[in-house]
Structure formats: C-alpha cells, structure tokens
C-alpha cells in the first residue's frame, strides 16, 4: 500500500533562518507530487506542484522553493524565513492517469516563524 | 481561474441531527470533479466523498451525500445522523479533469461542530 510521510511535524525558527521540509511517499512510481499551505482561518492554498524529477511549477511568487531530487522525494526550501511563512503545510501525491487521479495527503508539518 | 466559496465558516449540529454545508464555485470548464475533505484536529486531510460533473446523480457514502447542481455552480454536503466524530474543518475543492497534473482548489472551509 501507498504511504506519505512528511517530516518534521512540528518546526519553531526564528524570522531570517532557512527551511527544509520533506515530503516522501512509498509504495507508487511517478506520483504527481503537491504542496499545498493552510494559513491560520484560510483554506489550502497550492504552493507547487511536480509531475517529474526536476519538474516544479509554482502557482503563487513567494519566498519559497520547492525541488524534487529523487522520483518520490519532495523538499519545500526557504532561505530566509518571513512571519507570513507560518503555518501548516501538506504535501499530497496522486497517480499520474488519464483519468481521475485522486490527491492523498500526508500528515502535515506545522510551521511557526517567530 | 476556477474559485471555490464556502460561505459558513462555523456551524454546529446536535448529535443525531442533520447539517448541510454550502459551497459555490466558479468555473468554465464543462468536465471536473468536486470534492468534500474532513480535516479532524489532527489535522490530516480525509476524502469524504467526491462527485464527477458529467454524472447527474448525486453521490452518496453512508451518512454523506451531495446535493448537486450543475447549472447553479453548487455542490452542498449533507451530513445525516450526525456524529460527534463529524466535528471537524470541512472543505469543498474543485479539480479540473485532463490528464497530468492537476491540483485541486479548495474553499476556506467550514468549522463543523457536533454537540452532545
């Protein structure tokens, strides 16, 4: 069975410092992969998506980046961390089909910028 | 660009009670799928049902159903028998059928409480 896992949970740092999230998912080959935000009172906002090694769209302009490195390996990279960076982060993977492809979420990493 | 709305961002249900969530959304796309997610306190995010634009049947799963209308741009969630379980952030997304990528649009949620 399919499996994601997003690591660390839970991340403090201050304003200015760098981030690394990671994003890894088991059990398929060539997944879309997705990062989405949930600001505090707002919904899912997507962030960026990747349908391929190497392969990054970005829906919104923001201090963010994403890569994929490895075929099932999404990392979501700041290099200076601002306060509107706060918040919870998803990354979600779905099937690459022809059809419907639902979108499966992981755990989620919480995300406070002081 | 396609939006979603969800216009009640708090209701509450007593247990054994029936609720209907609302969500509107804007598209000119003709082929899509709309979704209800449930994200508990836990936080992960949980598919409760989804419906296929093409399908005029209303989909339905268990105590879940929606109310479908095409033409009206509007896909409500009603939840039957409520449980104290179904307290949760409920959220309406959109996702375009193609092929390839495609990320899903959500609305910014409604806050569901089931009370004893």
């Known amino acids: 069975s399919q499996t994601i896992h997003q690591w660390p949970a839970t991340l403090v740092q201050p304003v200015g410092s760098p981030l690394s999230l990671e994003c890894t998912v088991e059990?398929?080959?060539?997944?879309?992969l997705y990062w989405y935000r949930q600001a505090a009172g707002r919904g899912l906002q997507l962030l960026f998506y990747?349908?391929?090694?190497?392969?990054i769209s970005s829906e919104v302009p923001q201090n963010l980046s994403a890569s994929r490195p490895q075929d099932r390996q999404f990392i979501l990279s700041s290099k200076k961390l601002l306060l509107s960076d706060s918040g919870f982060y998803l990354c979600?993977?779905?099937?690459?089909?022809?059809?419907?492809?639902?979108?499966?979420f992981g755990p989620g990493t919480r995300l406070t910028v002081l | 660009a396609q939006t979603v709305t969800q216009s009640q961002p708090e209701m509450s249900v007593q247990e054994a009670e029936t609720v209907t969530l609302s969500c509107t959304y804007d598209?000119?796309?003709?082929?899509?799928?709309l979704f209800w997610y449930k994200q508990p306190p836990s936080r992960q995010m949980i598919l409760v049902i989804r419906q296929e634009a093409y399908k005029q049947q209303n989909a339905t799963e268990n105590r879940f159903s929606v109310n479908f209308q095409k033409a009206a741009k509007s896909f409500s969630l009603k939840i039957s028998d409520s449980q104290l379980g179904d307290t949760a952030m409920y959220f309406c997304?959109?996702?375009?059928?193609?092929?390839?990528?495609?990320?899903?649009?959500f609305g910014k949620g409604t806050r569901l409480s089931v009370i004893a």
């Open positions: 990747s349908v391929g090694i190497g392969q």
């Open positions: 979600a993977w779905s099937v690459r089909t022809l059809a419907y492809n639902e979108q499966f």
């Open positions: 059990g398929t080959s060539n997944p879309n």
């Open positions: 997304a959109f996702m375009k059928l193609r092929t390839g990528n495609t990320p899903l649009v």
């Open positions: 598209t000119s796309e003709n082929n899509y799928y």
